[in-house]
Every structure is written in C-alpha cells, then in structure tokens.
C-alpha cells in the first residue's frame, strides 16, 4: 500500500522592503511561539521580502498556493490579514481556493479561524464586503468613462485603419481575408468595422421605417380629419339646397320640327 503523506501547515510572512527586518523577525517568532505552544511541528515558512502587499502574484505565495492546490498544505498561518493581502477581493479568492481544497486559514492578530463557528461568519461577512469593493469600483469606473466622454476624450485605442476603404471593398463582395491585405490591416480590424457597420445600416433601416410610418400615420389622421369636416358640412346644408338624385332615363320622343300653318315649304 502507498503510503500517505501527511499535509504539513504553511506560515507566510510578508514586508514590503528588505529594510524591514526587525517585521519579519516579530512576525517569524510570533507564528513560531504559536506552533510551540499548540505542539505543532510539520511546518513551512513562505516568506516574501521587499514585495508589496497590493501584488497578488508574489513568488513565495504562488509557491504556497501551489502546494495548497497540489493537497500538501492542511491550513495557513500569518501574523495578520496585511501580511497576507491588501484588498478584500484578493483575500476572499485565496480564502474560497484555500475551502476549496479543505485548508483553514488562521490570523493571529484578528484571532479568526476559518474552520471555526466565529472564522465562517467572518468568511460571510468578508464576501459581503469584497462584493461592496467590487460595486464600488466599477461604479467609479462608470463613472470616470462618463466623465471621460462628457469632456470629448476618445478612449480606447486610436483607429488606424482606412475604415472607408474597408466599407466599400465589403460592399463590393471581397472576402474578409482580401479586404485586409488590400487596407493592409488584420482580419480582426476588418470584422470589427464590418460590425460598426451593420450596426449603422440597422439603425438606419430602422431610422427610415420610423420615418415612413409617422409619415403614413400623419396622412391617415388628416384624411380622416378632412373626411369628418366634409360630413359636418353636409349637415349644415338645407334640404332644399341639396341636388336631387338623378331620376331615370326619359322615354319621350325628341321634339318635332315647327312649322308655322299655311307658310309654304322652302
């Protein structure tokens, strides 16, 4: 039979600068008293000098993440939640990756556990707040573009292609891959106009339909709007001034020529 091997506990420790060696040291013998005094002994020490805490790619983290993912790590332990992340939503994708992988995560300076009553509570309420950062953000990013745009700013990148040219060679019938090499742009430069566009012929189209239905409807409304003025006006004439229907056809011989009696025919 295989033998099994037993998860070790992972400590990570974190400073900002090389300089802050007096940090490390608290932070390696705080996390180290810990394992002394609860008797734990298969342990590893991540540690990351002179990287900031806002990178969430850090050798010796990825390091730890890795072994985490490979099943080698039972549970985490740093010195703070700043040692180990900046932002909420960082914290919370290592915390759900770390319960994904049945690894709890324990802070000695918050005193939260994940694997407790107290540390799943935290772990709700965390979420709760990294999704209030993340509102938060793209509320200033919508903003900042509305800004952006309110004051003329084109954003994205600058167009480099000959869009007319593109139009007019895809009118034409010239395949995608042929419009490219004639305006000397990518295939994907070549769709992305095609795309504007058909946006802009279906906006037309539409454009030209609404136009010609209010047109339609506005000469029904003044054809029914004549049509009832011309019925009001036949009330108000008399009877008397109203033409008679046609009678019938007379059946009566056309006159005879007069002749005056006793003047002689000529």
Known sequence: MAEIKKRRVAAYCRVSTALQTGGLESQVRAINLHFQ?????????????????????????????????????????????????R?????????????????????????????????????VVIAAISQLERDILVERVKNGLANAKAKGIVLGRKKTRDSELIRRLYLSGVTYKEVGRIAKCSSGAVSAEVKILKKELSEKSELESAIKTREFEAVRGELERTRARVVTLEGKVPDEHKAAPPGPPSCDPPDAPFFISGASKT
């Open 37 to 85: 005094n609860n008797g734990i002994e298969g342990f590893d020490f991540y540690i990351d000098e002179g990287i900031s805490g806002t990178k969430s790619s850090r050798p010796n983290l990825d390091r730890m993440m890795a072994a985490v993912r490979r099943g080698e790590i039972s549970s985490v332990v740093v010195y703070s939640f700043s040692r180990f992340a």
């Open 87 to 123: 932002s909420v939503s960082h914290l919370l994708m290592a915390l759900e990756e770390m319960n994904k992988y049945n690894v709890a995560f324990l802070s000695l300076t918050e005193k939260i556990e994940t694997n407790s009553p107290m540390g799943r509570a935290f772990f």
